[in-house]
């Protein structure tokens, strides 16, 4: 899939028209929707050529000056601003890229388990660098039947490719494209990553929906947004979520699933735990309280 910086510029640009930008309308016929080059070049107070030579990846020593401009002209937000300066000027991560995929695979710290465990009736997960499911708490399993999730147990997988996952999210649209907007901002931040290239080459190859939202070049840092789960035992739920990076463990994120006070959803909530301690799990398996989600072979996700 494409991740170069002309192919983000060209769709920030193209989401612009010269009246918004306060330009007067073109007198030309246009070719292709939104600001030409030359265009964002004005607005940008740069030249021409300078402009084109960033849309073309061959401006490595470019300037943070020139960045802000750009993301200026183009009404960039704070992440976008980011994900243009990922690409004008790659990280490379290497080694580091490879000991931090290992570690998101390992077996999850226990204080982190611990600390799953003990938000007690609130919907909590464990994820890894790449939206891996590594623990999840009893409620959470509850909500979301982790135990029951093909593995491996990745969200952006099962988002995409698990064949229940349109009709268990209400919002599955708003979710998918937060999800690839996440993927993307990542591919900025590790250029050479080999298994996010993986996993989003995966994603493209077997989901259209997933091209679909790529192709628009949307970046955003999944921070925090609404959730909206069909269970099949109490109905729609709908959660404010969370997601926070764990400090000490930058390939680390706990994400939260909260109802809002006095909700029906709260009181829903509370009926299916209760629900769930009195009918243990009819496969036999043990509901996976804080426990590392088991790794899996790559062939055994379900599409």
Known sequence: METTIGAFLRTRRERITPEQAGLPP??????????????????????????QRLEQGRTPQVSDQVLDAVAQALS??????????????PRR???????????????????????????????????????????????????FDVSGMPQ?????????????????????????????????LLTGRRPDDAELA????????????????????????KRLGVTRIVHPVVGTLEFDYHMLTVPARPDRSLITYLPQPGSPTAEALKMLLSWVADHPDPTGQELPTAAPAPEGDESSTTA
């Open 26 to 51: 073109s007198l030309t016929r246009r070719r292709v929707p939104g600001l030409r080059r030359e265009e964002v070049a004005l607005l940008a107070g740069v030249s021409p050529d300078c402009y």
């Open 76 to 89: 960039l937000s704070d992440v976008e601003t980011e994900h243009l300066r990922n690409l004008a000027r």
């Open 93 to 143: 991560t290497g080694t580091e890229a490879r000991t931090t995929q290992r570690a998101s695979g390992a077996v999850p710290d226990e204080p982190l388990v611990r600390l799953l465990e003990a938000m007690g009736d609130a919907p909590a997960m464990l994820l890894g660098a790449y939206l891996d499911i590594l623990a999840a708490n009893a409620a959470a399993d509850a909500v």
């Open 152 to 184: 491996p147990r990745n969200a952006a997988r099962l988002l995409f490719l698990h064949p229940e996952a349109r009709s268990r999210y209400a919002n599955w649209e708003a979710m998918a494209a937060e999800t690839v907007a996440q993927l993307r």
């Open 198 to 221: 993986a996993l989003v080459g995966e994603l493209a190859i077997r989901s259209e929906p997933f091209r679909r939202l790529w192709a628009t070049g949307d970046v955003r840092e």
